[in-house]
């Protein structure tokens, strides 16, 4: 076992990327094993039957296995004090969107995005529906951008920024075509073109070869 904690990480999978920017803003070196989701490795499923991605286990055998649970305890282990603060500020706001976020878009996101996968559902409707309801979603936060801001709430991406742009990357690319030029909401597309270019998430992106248990380690997270 190593000294270090481990980060089981899919590179697009949008939870995954909200653990990695935490770990990354906050500096903290861990080991990075690369998986893919339809061969998930016997050592991660042991430690998190779920087997979802990220799961982070330290050391100690402790495991965290939810994307939300990693990022509190890497921004608690290494205070960002525009992050943290913004996080106590707003609590109700970041609270309320992710879940709505995590369920709700989510949802129609995957129905959009992946729309063959669910034909067979009773309740599955054309892809533009569920782009439709991801979009009444979205309203919220173009509002909420209205703010002369940069970022959702100030001029330095904030732990709700972090936490949602990684879904709606994931909208964009359903159909960049028409996100690029008709998606009706324009702070909305600004927002995501500025989480593109930004150089955590550049870093956060970079490809890493799939995590075999013989190969050289790769670390992750120190500068
Ligand atoms: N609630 C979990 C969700 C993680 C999740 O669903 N990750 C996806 C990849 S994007 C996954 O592992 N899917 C595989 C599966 O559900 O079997 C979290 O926030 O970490």
């Not at 402790?62 to 649970?69: G, P, T």
């Not at 669910?118 to 409707?125: G, H, L, P, R, S």
């Not at 709606?168 to 909305?188: C, G, H, K, T």
């Amino acid at each position: 076992m190593s000294n270090l904690p481990i980060l089981y990480s899919f590179r697009r999978c949008p939870y995954a990327m909200r653990a990695r920017i935490a770990i990354k803003l906050c500096k903290i070196k861990v080991e990075l094993r690369e998986v893919l989701l339809k061969k998930i490795p016997v050592e991660m499923s042991k430690i998190s039957p779920k087997s979802t991605v990220p799961v982070l286990i330290f050391p100690n055998g402790k495991v965290l296995e939810e994307s939300i649970d990693i990022m509190n305890w890497a921004f608690n282990k290494r205070n960002i004090d525009y992050i943290n603060n913004s996080k106590n500020k707003n609590q109700e706001t970041i609270k309320r969107f992710i879940t709505k976020f995590d369920t709700k878009f989510k949802y129609h996101l995957d129905r959009y995005k992946y729309y063959t996968r669910y034909i067979a559902e009773n309740d599955i409707k054309t892809p533009e529906y569920h782009r439709e309801e991801c979009l009444k979603i979205l309203f919220e936060i173009e509002t909420l951008l209205e703010n002369n801001s940069l970022w959702l709430f100030d001029n330095k991406p904030s732990y709700l920024d972090i936490a949602i742009l990684p879904f709606v990357r994931q909208y964009r690319i359903a159909d960049m075509n028409w996100f690029d030029n008709e998606m009706p909401l324009s702070n909305i597309r600004e927002w995501l073109n500025r989480f593109l270019v930004w150089d955590t998430f550049e870093k956060i992106m970079i490809k890493n070869p799939l995590w075999k248990n013989s190969q050289t380690k790769i670390y992750f997270g120190q500068d």
